[in-house]
């Protein structure tokens, strides 16, 4: 046996990433014996590495942690108790999106898992890791199986210490190496208990959840800025103070429903009749196709590593665009159908998220699926009041009334969008719902910087020192920035 060659050895490794790990440490704390590379990746045991030198403590020493309702749950239309699954948590906040209601009943049978203020949810399927701080605006509410709820011992860090050093390379690092599973992979609740976290010096973890909590209150004040820009146009519409009709029956004449080309009982519902009257009594209401400059579906996009992002149906919210690190990338050409600043999206598919609109207000140009109808109106409509007026219930029950489909497969198609009624508010109204809306989304960009300054003052600190992460977020919130 010819002796070991170093040096043709490190030539052979030049270029592969790999990972030297001695016997006695893949053995530490690994009951079942993992030896993937997955789990013993370069960057991972770097991690686990520096967290271990800095005395890092286990999870479940700090902290009671469980997770939610493993049976069926009996959701109910218009239920008083929300249901929060491994979709709510996202980057350090909590998806205020549709959520899936229980009866209070159910609730109160379910104590272990009823939600409570300053809990610490963690995403266990889908996008793994994800973390966010229960605040009382939520509650009540209770969680399915999907989710780890962490409640922080008097000991432990803050909550919102916490939920940000998840987020974190060094949290979400350990969270998705501990995910088990091909078909569906799960961050089951003992794994949980295992994650290291750092503890720093209190008035660090203070400073740190202090500015988390500031972002949560900015997004808190962004929605009820939306809140106000709704209201005032249903004011303006009279429709705040109006309850649409609901007949046990009803009769079309046979003219009604060849101009509309539809057969279905529900296209011809009085109360879609009865919004029809009461916005045409209030004038100056158009076709909506006729306001439009464009109106078309985006194409399923060839997805790859670099290129411009994708905007799907689930991130088109009522009046806000997600655009973060969950939007897939694809390759655009000469032939893209492209999203510009001041589109208004729309939803073409899907219960629960067809017919929802936002005006994309984002620099960053981005591609839509095929999901995704890019509204482009003429100089009359404001594209922000249009978003505005699409989520309104003047537009969703025109959505309502004109969605295609059934059994869940639903769909609306720019044909059917461009027969919408569009009030044409007074310019002063768009201007006035407008400036709230660029409100709302300058609290929401300020939230996700602070956001993003906190997370990365934790890397700071957990690399270099406090003082140096303390002197970043002082660079990176300047004093006439702080809100």
């Given amino acids: 046996m010819s002796p070991f060659d170093k040096a043709r050895y490190e030539r052979l490794l030049e270029g592969l990433e790999v990972t030297e790990v001695l016997l006695s440490e893949v053995a530490h704390d690994n009951e079942v014996l993992r030896c993937d590379a997955e789990y013993f990746g370069r960057q991972v045991t770097e991690v686990m590495r520096r967290l271990q030198s800095m005395k890092a403590v286990l999870l479940g020493q700090m902290a009671v942690i469980t997770d939610g309702i493993h049976t069926a749950l009996p959701f109910v239309d218009g239920g008083e108790i929300k249901v929060l699954s491994a979709k709510h948590p996202k980057d350090n906040y909590i998806d205020s999106g549709p959520f899936e209601t229980i009866s209070t ?22 996008t793994i890791g994800n973390a966010a701080v229960v605040t009382p605006d939520i509650l009540p509410a209770n969680s399915d199986r999907h989710i780890g709820i962490i409640r922080v011992k008097r000991d432990g860090p803050p909550p919102f210490f916490l939920s940000t050093f998840l987020v974190c ?24 208990r295992r994650l290291l976290i750092p503890r720093f010096d209190p008035s660090f973890e203070r400073a740190i959840a202090d500015q988390v909590e500031r972002a949560y209150w900015l997004r808190k004040q962004a929605a009820g800025i939306l809140e106000r820009a709704d209201h005032n146009l249903l004011q303006a519409l009279g429709l705040d103070t109006w309850t649409p009709p609901e007949a046990l029956s009803y009769v079309r004449s046979s003219s009604d429903v060849f101009a ?15 919004l029809a009257t009461l916005m045409a ?4 209401c158009e076709r909506l196709g006729d306001q439009l400059l464009f109106n078309s579906r985006g194409r399923q996009p060839e997805y790859a590593d670099v290129g411009l992002p994708v905007i799907n149906s689930k991130h088109v919210l009522r009046n806000e665009i997600r655009h973060d690190e969950d939007n897939r990338l694809a390759a655009a050409d000469d032939d893209s159908l492209l999203i510009r600043t001041g589109d208004v999206l729309m939803n073409g598919t899907g219960v629960g998220t067809i017919g929802r609109a936002a005006a994309y207000l984002h620099e960053t140009p981005a591609l839509p699926d095929n999901h995704v109808t890019i509204l482009r109106p003429k100089y009359a409509l404001d594209p922000i009041y249009l978003a505005i007026f699409l989520n309104s219930l003047a537009g969703q029950l025109q959505v309502e009334q004109r969605l295609r489909g059934s059994s869940g497969q639903i769909e609306i198609y720019p044909t059917d969008i461009a027969e919408f009624q569009v009030w044409v508010a007074p310019q ?30 934790v890397e700071i600190a957990i690399e270099d020192s406090e003082a140096a992460a303390l ?4 660079a990176a919130n300047p004093p006439d920035a702080v809100t």
Wanted: aromatic fraction near 8%; avoid cysteine.
């Fill in 281 to 284: 009594a209030k004038g100056n």
């Fill in 260 to 274: 509309a080309g539809r057969l279905d009982a529900e296209h011809f519902q009085p109360r879609f009749a009865a």
């Fill in 169 to 192: 390379r060094y949290g979400r690092s350990q969270s998705v190496r501990e995910t088990t599973g091909n078909v569906q992979p799960n961050l089951f609740i003992s794994k949980i």
């Fill in 428 to 457: 002063s109204l768009q201007l006035d719902i407008r400036k709230l809306v660029e409100q709302s989304f300058a609290h929401r960009q300020r939230a996700a910087r602070l956001l993003d300054a906190a997370k990365r003052a």
């Fill in 105 to 126: 009943d159910f609730h109160n049978k379910n104590p272990r898992t009823a939600l409570r203020p300053l809990d610490v949810l963690i995403s266990t399927v889908g």
């Fill in 471 to 474: 002197a970043y977020l002082a």
